[in-house]
């Protein structure tokens, strides 16, 4: 049993800025806003050494948490590591860094020793998180041949470690609901790119997989049996196509919180079919919901370019849910108005939420 816990730091919420006044506090963001409110992307993928991603994030007023994959498109898991140890030590204040673990020799002699010891090392040396990537449910296979799912009795070993250490479990479970549609029927276009350059992942072309509500019900199972384990559903806990599903998942389960990571048109395409639910919904939520991206930068990526995505993808969602500035969405090829949250919620979908579910003190500047 691990001993070594991350205590969350109680008066973290205490530090953070005095509210404003009622009037100005009742009055939402508006876009030159943007460049002075303190922001948090709670899921990132910084793959390169390069100081771009931390300019940026300096530029445009961001924290970054760099979550580290078991993936085979990013570089190996040690790599990963060695980056975001080197862009924290540039910048602890501004970059923060989930670890992971690998599934390589699952169900062997000696493998959860390794993840345990992994773990351990990993937050004594600044890891805030820990990813549990789509792999399992969707990739790995066991001896006999069987997808390896979430609540597999081999795993709940890996979770009490995770809670022993303090830190919180990110999963990403399944896929987007439309990866089980074929394209004609997706909601987005950026699904539709996705699953057509990535037909290995995409279920609807590989009846084999595990079905969607399969991995839904896993997850929860999962969840049920750690309920003190803070849990963090990554892209919208996959229900990202129903606002009023996530809603149920986060009423049955009190303890989780949500990223919106890679699915903020999801969000757009119901909000333009009811504004009026999607923006209740945020609000209602305001304490569950974690701002994220998705960003990544890979090795060799053009810097320049990169910055200019990076930005452009930040001021997009600013318009979106802190505004109510229409702009046009290529990925549902809408022009969307944005749902002009109340600052408080902005305040704590952008930051406070995710210095508390972290465990992170505000930071000095």
């Not at 037909?199 to 590989?206: Q, V």
């Not at 305040?347 to 505000?362: I, M, S």
Request: net charge negative; with cysteine.
């Amino acid at each position: 049993m691990l001993t070594l816990v991350r205590a969350l730091p109680l008066l973290a919420l205490c530090a953070l800025p005095a509210l404003a006044s009622p009037a100005v506090a009742d009055t939402p963001y508006d876009l030159a806003d943007f460049a002075h409110v303190r922001k948090f992307d709670a899921h990132v993928h910084a793959n390169s050494d390069s100081t771009a991603f931390l300019e940026q994030a300096r530029a445009d007023g961001f924290e970054l948490l760099s979550i580290n994959v078991d993936y085979p498109d990013f570089p190996p898991i040690d790599r990963q590591r060695d980056i975001a140890l080197a862009l924290a030590a540039r910048d602890p204040a501004r970059f923060h860094w989930a670890t992971t673990f690998s599934m390589q020799g699952f169900g062997k002699s000696g493998w959860l020793k390794r993840v345990e010891t992994r773990l351990q090392t990993d937050v004594a040396r600044g890891a805030v998180a820990v990813k549990i990537w789509k792999n399992v449910g969707m990739i790995e296979k066991d001896a006999d041949g069987r997808f390896i799912m979430l609540d597999d009795p081999r795993l709940a070993p890996v979770a009490e470690t995770v809670q022993h250490l303090g830190v919180p479990l990110i999963d990403h479970q399944g896929e987007p609901y439309n990866c089980w549609l074929p394209l004609s029927e997706m909601t987005t276009e950026n699904d539709r790119e996705y699953f057509r350059n990535h037909p290995k992942y995409y279920a609807w072309l590989h009846p084999e997989l595990p079905r969607y509500e399969t991995l839904m019900a896993v997850r929860d199972r999962f969840v049920e049996a750690h309920p003190h384990l803070r849990f963090i559903g990554a892209h919208m806990a996959s229900l990202e196509w129903s606002v009023d599903r996530l809603a149920e998942f986060l009423d049955r389960h009190p303890g989780t919180t949500v990223d919106l990571a890679a699915r903020m048109s999801q969000v757009q395409y119901q909000s333009l079919r009811d504004y009026k639910h999607v923006r209740d919904f945020f609000i209602r939520y305001q304490d569950r919901l974690l701002y994220g991206t998705d960003l990544t930068h890979e090795p060799g990526a053009d810097n320049k370019a990169f910055r200019r995505e990076a930005h452009a993808v930040w001021t997009s969602d600013w318009r979106y849910l802190a505004t109510g500035v229409t702009q046009r969405i290529d990925n549902l090829d809408a022009d969307v108005p944005g749902l002009r949250l109340p600052r408080a919620v902005i305040d704590k979908l952008y930051y406070r939420n995710a210095v508390q579910v972290f465990g992170l003190h505000e930071p000095s500047h």
